[in-house]
């Protein structure tokens, strides 16, 4: 039987992290733009933890502990913006909002 190995959890953050990068790159709907860096941010939480169970350094859980509260914080404050753009605006087309251009 195989284990699963460092270079298994890394390989598998590069690609939610590539996923996630071409989504963002590539979409223009508000709400899956916010999704596509919440998959970011997981991906860096898959990484920490990798590296956390690789040394055994519990130091690693408190900054992934960090990095949740940081998205967490991230989707209600981007949500709570695009629903009050949506109400104003009427859509959540980042090319059609031009509420930020002066």
Do not use: P, W
């Amino acid at each position: 039987m195989t284990t699963i190995g460092l270079s298994h959890y890394l390989i598998l953050s590069a690609a939610l992290f590539a996923i996630g990068l071409i989504g963002l790159t590539t979409r223009r709907n508000i709400i899956v733009l916010f999704m596509c860096v919440e998959l970011m941010l997981n991906s860096a939480n898959l990484t920490i933890l990798a590296y956390a169970r690789q040394f055994g350094d519990s130091d690693f859980h408190a900054a992934a502990l960090f990095v949740m509260v940081i998205a967490a914080s991230e989707a209600a404050l981007g949500l709570a913006m695009v629903v009050a753009m949506f109400r104003y605006r009427g859509t959540v087309d980042s090319d059609k909002l031009t509420i930020l251009k002066g």
